[in-house]
């Protein structure tokens, strides 16, 4: 082939790959295109995507909820979502002449409510509005006048057939009062009930008017022949309308109000993620029981596009606990004393409740604040000679009981404390007779009282002072009162008395009042006839109300009030959730333990704290001049500071703070000692020859920790440990070792881990080579010799 046809050749090569590459190029570009078209029609479908800011929730709020919103009643229509000053949407407007129907705000104790304004004695205001036809309705509804005159409320059929009733008629409708009305309609056997404010007024009357099919529109209006008076209608409701159940608007509910950016067709709601409700707009929902729930709006416009709120949560709870606080406790709540009773639940300047009053004249107990560190106590004051302060309080049938109170007077003078039996059986003691009580002091008191010994012991600031002594009045049979008071011989002084416990409480233990412990206090917005609290989960301890509770162990711990009525409703309040940090962090060291010992190396480290709010923490080797602070509860000890200690015992004290300020410490000793051990090589000495039995040897080690010691004659690819200061080299090593010179290392190496060496060398020499056999030699040269000599002579002869 000449050069023209490889050219050639080329060329045409060249032809076939572009014309490949340009068929190929429209098929790339479709592809790239087909791929732009796909982004940009996924981006528009975002773009359609529906924004869930639509619709707002503005109440409820996120937050809790004590009690129902004021003035607003669950209902079919509760003109929530009406604007005020308007006629109410979606009812139908008969209104005559100038007379007037609208929503407008507040009356009363009602929002968004009806009113219907009369002005003419020839006509009426009137609302009507369409429901489903229903053959047995009831309706409930309030309704309140200015003047009591005539108000109609009525219902039709289809047949345009009327029924009304002149609310007035009602027995004991009046003026002036929100009136809660109920009627019950039976168009089958054309009879009805009526109720009024909850009591029966009529029972299966005859229809006043018209027999009916059913009832499919209801309607309220004034009267055409008055004038000059106002009639207000609000929160109706009745048993056409699915979502509501009748007496759910005896009670103010919770208001659901939202914005809506939107013309929706549909509105509903979720309560917990229940199934939607159907809705007019803003609208009272029932209160729900206690506990935690969240609400969401939902809607749908003309072409079903759905729209939904945010979720909003909240939590009812009839119980607020106001103290503890969602806090850090440090320490006890100051004049707070555990008690059977302990009165904070009073009200200040009270008599104490659930006490007796037996206050004679003008003397007078009652429950006051604080008093010289003591908070919430009863004051007994006694102004005359003739009479006395006095509180008795009935308690269980108990024939030993044991009692203490604190008790403090401004005059030192006659103050009793005494105790009954159901016989009216008394025993009194004169506190001011107690050897060392004094006035101007809080004296702790306590007496344990035996009805069946008729003995008793007495204690004054926790010294016995009476001991088995008898009853000082009258045997008794038990003890069932208990009674504090003045003298009525005396006058002019004050007596304080607080915290009284006693083992009749089975939630008391006798010495729990000497110490102060945490308020727990709340508001109850509904009446409870029992009430208690559960402390971490635990079973319910019974209560007055306010009081004062033992303070927890340190740690994170929650609280809850539980609480009946007296018809046996169950109310709570949300969990409260708070901290105890009484105590300064707790220190315990893992390692190093006592009198460990230590070399040059620092040692590490490893403690552990109990502390929930710990700040900061540090470590001293001498006793404070240099702390070293650290993080994290391990490390290695600073070997700057260890190096600077000396051989011997060393003190490590671990400190550790919390944010507030309290500080605690352990510490423990360890040993150090970074001296080496001292050998020395008796023997062998130096240049020393073996030649079949292995060495000898004999050292002194020197060290006050004395740990282990080895040797090695292989440069410490084999050891051997030695358990005394003599002995042989192992024989099958000296074996191994080859002719020559040998070096023994001999190591020491003591408890704090400091090692050290010594060596030595010696000779290895084979055993002499034996002796050679005397003329040997000169038998092989004459042998040698005679064997050529015989070889001449044979050629000799041959010639």
């Not at 968004?112 to 429901?131: E, F, L, R, W």
């Not at 209608?233 to 509910?253: C, F, R, V």
């Not at 303070?551 to 708070?578: A, C, E, K, W």
Request: overall charge negative; aromatic content about 12%.
């Amino acid at each position: 082939m000449n050069n023209s046809q490889i050219k050639d050749n080329i060329l045409i090569s060249l032809v076939v790959i572009a014309l490949f590459i340009i068929s190929f190029t429209p098929f790339l570009e479709l592809s790239s295109n087909n791929s732009r078209y796909s982004q940009q029609g996924e981006f528009n479908f975002e773009k359609l995507k529906t924004n869930a800011n639509e619709i707002i929730i503005i109440t409820p709020e996120n937050q809790t909820y004590n009690e129902a919103i004021a003035g607003f009643y669950p209902a079919t229509f509760g003109f929530e979502n009406n604007i005020l000053n308007s006629f109410p949407s979606g009812w139908i407007d008969n209104d005559l002449s100038t007379c007037e129907t609208k929503v407008i705000g507040e009356v009363y104790g009602h929002n968004n409510v009806v009113q219907q304004y009369d002005n003419t004695g020839s006509a009426a205001a009137q609302m009507n509005k369409d429901i489903p036809s229903t053959p047995i309705i009831t309706i409930e509804f309030w309704v309140r006048t200015d003047v009591l005159t005539i108000l109609y409320f009525g219902v039709q059929d289809s047949s345009v057939t009327t029924n009304g009733w002149r609310l007035n008629d009602l027995s004991g409708f009046s003026a002036d009062t929100w009136h809660h009305v109920r009627f019950v309609i039976n168009t089958t056997s054309d009879k009805f009930d009526s109720y009024l404010d909850g009591v029966l007024k009529d029972n299966q009357a005859n229809l006043p008017d018209n027999p009916m099919n059913a009832v499919d529109q209801i309607q309220f209006n004034t009267s055409p022949s008055q004038m000059n008076y106002n009639v207000w209608w609000d929160a109706i409701g009745g048993n056409w309308d699915p979502n509501y159940n009748i007496g759910d608007n005896l009670k103010e509910g919770l208001l659901l109000s939202f914005e809506n950016y939107t013309n929706l067709e549909w509105v509903g709601y979720s309560l917990d993620s229940q199934v939607n409700k159907t809705i007019l707009g803003n609208t009272t929902i029932p209160l729900p029981i206690d506990g935690d729930y969240n609400i969401q709006v939902f809607g749908n416009d003309t072409i079903g596009t759905m729209y939904e709120s945010n979720i909003n949560h909240f939590s009812v709870y009839h119980i607020e606990i106001h103290t503890p606080e969602e806090d850090i406790i440090t320490d006890p709540i100051t004049g707070h004393y555990l008690a059977t009773y302990s009165f904070e639940n009073d009200i200040l300047n009270t008599f104490p409740s659930g006490w007796i009053d037996n206050d004679l004249s003008t003397c007078e107990t009652k429950v006051i604040g604080e008093v010289y560190g003591h908070n919430n106590v009863v004051q007994q004051y006694d102004n005359t000679g003739s009479a006395a302060a006095q509180m008795n309080k009935d308690i269980p049938s108990t024939p030993i009981i044991t009692i203490e109170f604190w008790v403090r007077t401004d005059v030192l003078t006659i103050l009793y404390f005494g105790v009954q039996d159901s016989s009216v059986t008394t025993n009194g003691w004169r506190l001011n007779d107690l050897p060392d009580f004094s006035a101007d002091t809080w004296h702790h008191v306590r007496f344990v009282i035996n009805t069946t010994s008729d003995k008793f012991d007495s204690y004054l600031d926790g010294v016995l002072k009476d001991n088995q002594a008898n009853l000082p009045d009258n045997p008794m049979n038990a003890v069932d009162q208990i009674q504090f008071n003045t003298s009525p011989s005396q006058m002019n002084y004050n007596v304080w008395w607080d915290a009284i416990g006693g083992n009749w409480d089975p939630n008391y233990n006798i010495g729990d009042n000497l110490k102060e412990g945490l308020l727990l206090s709340f508001e109850n917005y509904t009446n409870l006839e029992w009430k208690g609290y559960s402390l971490d989960g635990q079973v319910n301890k019974t209560i007055l109300g306010n009081t004062t509770i033992p303070i927890p162990i340190d740690g994170v711990h929650n609280i809850q009030i539980f609480g009946n009525n007296t018809i046996g409703q169950s109310f709570q309040s949300g969990l409260r959730y708070f901290e105890v940090d009484l105590k300064p962090p707790e220190i315990g060291i893992i390692i190093p333990s006592q009198n460990n010992l230590f070399g040059s190396i620092a040692p590490d480290f490893s403690i552990s704290i109990t502390e929930l709010n710990l700040n900061k923490l540090w470590y001293t080797l001498d006793n404070g001049l240099i702390n070293t602070t650290f993080t994290g509860f391990s490390g290695t000890l600073n070997q700057t500071e260890w190096d600077k200690l000396s051989d011997g015992q060393v003190p490590i004290r671990f400190y550790a703070n919390d944010i507030f300020g309290r500080e605690n410490y352990t510490e423990i000793t360890i040993n150090k000692d970074s001296t080496n051990p001292q050998i020395t090589i008796n023997s062998p000495g130096t240049g020393d020859t073996f030649i079949e039995l292995p060495p000898t040897y004999d050292i002194t080690v020197i060290d006050d920790n004395l740990g282990s010691e080895w040797y090695t004659i292989d440069g410490g690819v084999t050891n051997f440990t030695i358990s005394g200061l003599t002995g042989n080299i192992n024989s099958t090593a000296w074996n191994n070792a080859p002719i020559g010179a040998v070096t023994i290392r001999f190591y020491s190496r003591d408890l704090a881990g400091n090692e050290v060496y010594q060596e030595v060398v010696v000779i290895k020499q084979s055993p002499s080579q034996p002796p050679s056999i005397v003329g040997y030699d000169m038998v092989i040269l004459i042998s040698v010799l005679s064997f050529f000599s015989v070889l001449i002579i044979k050629k000799i002869s041959r010639k």
